[in-house]
């Protein structure tokens, strides 16, 4: 008798057929009657319960009719094929051994949840469908983003999420201390004295690893970073988290297009690796979350993306007739309702929009030669809006330090980010992908709540 | 003419010879005399360079002969076999463009620098062979990780880095917060007012995903974390960091036994996919950073790993003669001298010692039937000592409730961890490995400094 797990049944029905198996799994549902009965039975290892089989001829036949729902139980029976039937096969219990029952005020009773209610079991949710489904393709995700990274001989670099330096504005990041608050060392003008703390000074988490990412872009020429990141941002929308997982690619040598092309490339092979291995996870997503997913995804994978320049896009936005909330003109920071217009009215696929203007972007982005606009680019998606920024970075150390200086910023703080400028500059650019936004783009999932195990949001860190 | 990068080069050899080709990279060395000259180019794809060869043909002969170290150019020229030579084949330079020139004060010329100074440019230090070697092998062995565990159907799980729980010890959690340190809100009691926090709570940095990842595991029956965590912890040593990644995986059906003999495979694939894929690296580790390591990761692959109880352990280390620092009695937690004693002297391999006394492990281990012991296991190598701990968790229930009342927690924190065990509890076990040290053990670097990118340690958060 063979132990084995659901996926492997169904992958390989024929191996199984009339063949004895042992099964272990939680109880999906239980009906009974005065003689035989059935049990839907998850593993975890598959979208798909098995159906089990069976009747009074077992020792404790009353205790399996009467088990409550998560029960979990191991199973000792025969693969039967039922080509007749809608489950594809079943299996004949010889024995159930009940590991461990359940009570009846299991929360997840047989009938529809919401998902703000799911919210509130964050440690439950998993075992229902939907959640099985997004964790499963979470997963595989971030699976085939790094094999998509390694097989191009990307390295991948752990950049630090303590951080001393505050990169894009120290106002929306968490402060991070070993102190006692209740007992906090002042110096002598009053302040807290920061010398006392683990690191001897202010630290944070990291809002991005790019920095350190290009440093390591200038030893290894290919690099790409996926961790957690950070942003003390109160803002309660479907879309933003407090932490949330980063993929940020650096490449030397490369120019704006060259990484957008490998966006491209990348948004393509996660797409066609979630399809080819979740497939009866997609289809669950296709008919119950998101209807046209399957389609949108399928198209996406075919066609080329959009490029346009801002510049361009400001232009068709102008025209379009639309009324927008926030007002069209160049210079502006294009809004949602903008992005979504061009991606989803305009393309209806993914599109670039490139060289926006500089006062809207970031010190380390490249200016281009009008002096007005720098080398950027976003890769905004139907229903979701900016899935990627990214940018060539300003390698001239010249053109860098007149930008940290125009802007303001602490020049000190990056002294090792400049001298990369000076030993060995080189063109290189990068992108960051927002993973959670990647997952709901491929689920159809509509809240960002609902794509991470334990989402940290304003006033919610529960787990 | 094709653009390539040099590790197409040395894998491709047959293919290239005699044909034209563009490289990009930077210069290691330059070495002139009047009307020729010699590169050393490294574009980081490989950690052999390549030799490019020069005349005085090329129109800008002279700046090329007087390039700086870590200058980075591009190289148009001819691929030629020289079986005669030291290296397998040179380029015989066509056109060298300077992309961006370096500084005669680059801190890395060509002399031997010490770990510790490297230390302190450790924006610069991954362009050393030792750092390059060590950095590749710590992303070839994070993809190994993750390759072992997606072909196995394990799950990953993003658990939470920002916690409101505090798992293990307080003391030595990171605190995350919002607020304003130099201007605190206090409640009546003039303490803090954690209400007015970001997350209205007390906030912390994860010291461990298991508990997250345990719910998880309740659902997907196999599944595993590969994320960061933190420890306050003012131990200024060499194996210890406030920042590192860890690895837990958690399976569900699964006693002790069976997450050792996961952990022996999974170490065992790590070491034979490193081996296979980063050759050049492990050689150069051979030569010049511990002697024996070939040696050694060969033999532990073949082998099995030793298995024997804490009890056992004690008995050996109490005959063995030896005189430790820390007396040996029933009871003690081993120290490192004990555990680097047993792999090394007593096994010469890896080892699982089981079975440790209850009252030195945690909350959640399981009870033995002696009610003395749980069971847990740690693996011991040599040269580091503790690589990996783990356990099978504790699924009764009334024995999880007993012992975090003995132990004194708050057992509101622990709400949803306690009801897995009421909704069909099953037994599970999981382990944790800490990354780092495994790097270590498969490079033979003895610094946790020198494994990661940029380490946080006491008094340390620079870049």
Chains 1, 2 share one sequence.
């Not at 490029?307 to 361009?312: H, N, V």
């Not at 139907?382 to 020049?411: A, D, K, Y």
Request: net charge negative.
């Amino acid at each position: 008798m063979k132990k084995t797990v659901i996926k492997d049944l169904f992958r390989n029905q024929d191996t199984y057929t009339d063949q004895k198996v042992i099964l272990s799994g939680w109880v999906r549902t239980v009906r009974d009657s005065k003689t035989f009965g059935f049990i839907e039975l998850n593993d975890g290892t598959f979208f798909k319960s098995v159906q089990i089989v069976f009747d009074d001829q077992l020792e404790n036949f009353k205790e399996v009719a009467k088990l409550s729902l998560s029960a979990s139980i191991r199973v000792e029976g025969q693969f039967v094929l039922t080509p007749q039937m809608k489950q594809p096969f079943e299996i004949k219990a010889e024995k159930i051994i009940i590991e461990g029952n359940s009570t009846p005020d299991y929360p997840l009773q047989k009938k529809k949840h919401s998902f703000e209610y799911l919210r509130t079991i964050a440690h439950l949710r998993p075992r229902t469908n939907t959640f099985l489904a997004v964790f499963r393709v979470r997963s595989l995700a971030s699976f085939a983003i790094h094999q998509f990274f390694q097989d191009k001989g990307f390295v991948n670099v752990h950049t630090p999420i303590i951080t001393g330096s505050d990169t894009e504005g120290a106002g929306e990041m968490f402060r991070v201390t070993s102190l006692d608050l209740d007992n906090l060392p002042k110096n002598d003008e009053g302040k807290v004295d920061v010398s006392k703390d683990f690191f001897n000074k202010e630290t944070n988490l990291t809002v991005s690893g790019q920095l350190s990412a290009e440093t390591f872009a200038l030893a290894f020429r290919n690099v790409y970073t996926f961790g957690p990141t950070f942003r003390a941002e109160n803002s309660n929308t479907a879309r933003h988290a407090a932490e949330f997982w980063m993929i940020e690619p650096e490449v030397a040598f490369a120019e704006l297009p060259d990484i957008m092309d490998l966006a491209e490339e990348m948004v393509k092979y996660v797409i066609g690796f979630v399809l080819e291995n979740a497939p009866e996870e997609m289809a669950f997503f296709n008919s119950f979350i998101d209807k046209g997913l399957l389609e949108r995804l399928t198209l996406v994978n075919e066609a080329d993306f959009g490029r346009l320049t801002y510049t361009e896009a400001i232009e068709i936005l102008k025209k379009s007739g639309e009324s927008f909330e926030y007002p069209v003109e160049w210079g502006i920071d294009l809004q949602t309702e903008h992005e979504r217009y061009l991606c989803e009215k305009v393309y209806n696929r993914p599109v670039f929009v490139t060289d926006y203007p500089k006062d809207i972007k970031a010190f380390y982005m490249r200016t281009n030669e009008d002096n007005k606009t720098v080398a950027a680019t976003d890769l905004l998606v139907p229903g979701i809006g900016e899935l990627i920024g990214g940018s060539q970075r300003e390698e001239r150390e010249e053109v860098l330090l007149s930008r940290i200086e125009e802007i303001g910023m602490n020049m000190e703080d990056y002294w090792w980010y400049l001298e990369l400028r000076k030993y060995g500059e080189t063109k290189h650019s990068g992108y960051g992908l927002g993973f959670e936004r990647l997952i709901m783009y491929l689920t159809g999932m509509s809240n960002i709540r609902d794509v991470i195990p334990f989402p940290r949001t304003t006033g919610n860190a529960e787990y």
